[in-house]
């Protein structure tokens, strides 16, 4: 379950006796590298304690809506932001009434209110609730507002019953979880994408570089192969690990970055490595000594790999990247215009280098979208649906 890898999944928890299945579930998310965080109701912990679902998830159990502990760390509202993903498993016939009218009456309903990223619910209750008029009411309002139904399945029930409302099992709930990171919007599209900074020698132990980490063109890369894309990631010199399905091509110079991108077949391109504009005109062939109060360093331009790129015939879909210090949308915009661009995401250069949040907007021809702050694995997923919307895929 790759397309799980690094995931932030909240794992909210509700009364059923289905709550069992839910340690099972949390053991699975984590196996398939997902990042968990356990939510349970004072319901749920009637059934399956906090300590058990710790122990597992490796993390604190949350449970209270207003904990002044949690909320001088990570408040509730942050916790919402911070997830990919919010699973409920089991999701009760009371969660779901409550859900579908917008109550934010406990932590778990609050969050779901709250989030940005999708949300997915385990229905799991006796088959005359399921049944229901009023249950299948409140699950067609949810569907209508984007919720996902994992389940239910149909057999034999806890208190005797048969039918319909047995909570889908751990294994069915975690293939289910990992679709929803699989769009198959980009299926079959080559793509290349460059990330982290160049570094431009001045002598064997000296460099030209700057701060930019790569984590964004790294959640890029893993959005992309979720999208169905075949990638390679032309990579300056970052501390990262190398997304899975992904070719990995490292490089150390803009001069390198350019032959390794031109080298590459290529249907989409973004530029997405913060690249050097200038290098030494004639880096030393032994380390500088520190003789003089003052230093020369004669620099010239680097190729424009961006705009390189955007020449090509015949001409890939080019997307590029504009970490500003001032002015964000006229150098944006000019950036657009004058690399020949079909898309470009800005963002404030002191406020993404090194983070592992940012916010973003993208500009195009004609029309501009916000992406408001969130992590860079939600953001790349947003900008990658984009890309394929922009080339009239999605």
Same mark, same amino acid.
């Given at each position: ?33 997902? &990042? ?5 109701t004072a319901g749920a912990?009637?059934f ?18 207003l ?8 408040? =509730? ?9 919010i699973l409920?498993?089991p ?18 309903t609050?969050?779901?209110l ?6 997915a ?5 006796n088959?005359?609730?399921? !049944?229901?008029? /009023? ?5 067609? +309002?949810l569907?209508?507002?984007?919720? =996902? ?7 034999? /029930? ?6 319909? !409302? ?8 975690l =293939?289910d979880? $990992?679709?929803?990171f699989?769009? !198959?919007?980009l299926?079959g ?21 700057? =701060?930019?980490s790569?984590k ?24 990262l690990?190398p997304p899975?399905r ?17 080298? *590459? ?11 050097? &504009? ?24 680097n ?6 790129? $955007? ?18 949308? $006229?150098?944006? *915009?000019?950036?657009?215009? +004058? ?7 800005a963002? &404030?250069?002191g406020?993404?280098f ?8 993208a ?9 408001p /702050? ?7 997923? /947003? ?8 080339? !009239?895929?999605?």
């Open positions: 379950m790759s397309s799980l890898q690094n995931k932030r999944v909240i794992l909210g928890i509700t009364g059923g006796i289905a709550a069992y299945k839910s340690a099972e579930l949390c053991r699975l998310l984590q196996k398939a590298g997902a &990042d968990v965080r356990v939510v349970m912990q009637e399956i304690t906090p300590l058990t679902l710790q122990a597992l998830s490796g993390n604190k159990v949350h449970t209270q809506l904990d002044a502990e949690a909320e001088a760390a990570m408040g =509730h509202i942050e916790l919402a932001r911070w997830a990919d993903l409920v498993a999701a009760s016939a009371n969660f779901l009434a409550r859900l579908a009218n917008g109550e934010a009456s406990d932590l778990l609050t969050l779901c709250a989030r940005r990223g999708p949300l619910l385990a229905p799991a209750m088959q005359a609730m399921w !049944g229901n008029r /009023q249950t299948q009411s409140n699950l067609a +309002a569907t209508q507002n984007g919720v =996902h139904m994992f389940g239910p399945d149909s057999g034999a /029930q806890a208190c005797g019953d048969v039918g319909m !409302g047995r909570m889908a099992e751990p294994e069915r709930l =293939h979880a $990992a679709a929803l699989t769009s !198959g919007a299926n599209v080559k793509l290349t994408i460059t990330a982290g900074p160049t570094r431009e020698a001045i002598d064997p132990v000296r460099y030209i570089s700057n =701060h930019s790569g964004m063109g790294y959640a890029l890369a893993r959005a992309a192969v979720e999208a169905g894309a075949a990638v390679t990631l032309v990579s300056g010199p970052v501390s690990l899975e992904v070719t990995l091509v490292k490089v150390e110079s803009a001069q390198d970055m350019l032959r390794a991108c031109e080298a *590459q077949p290529v249907d989409v391109f973004v530029g997405v490595a913060a690249v050097a &504009d200038y290098r030494a005109a004639e880096p030393a062939a032994q380390k500088i000594k520190k003789n003089a109060d003052e230093l020369s360093l004669p620099l010239v331009r190729p424009d790999i961006l705009a390189a790129m $955007a020449a090509r015939k015949p001409r890939p879909f080019c997307a590029g990247f504009a970490a500003e210090t001032e002015n964000l949308a $006229a150098n944006a *915009q000019g950036k657009l215009a +004058a690399k020949n661009l079909d898309l470009i995401f963002n &404030d250069a406020a993404t090194g983070k592992d949040d940012a916010t973003v907007t500009y195009w021809k004609g029309g501009e979208q916000l992406f /702050q969130g992590s860079k694995e939600q953001l790349a997923r /947003q900008m990658i649906a984009l890309i394929a919307a922009r080339m !009239g895929r999605a």
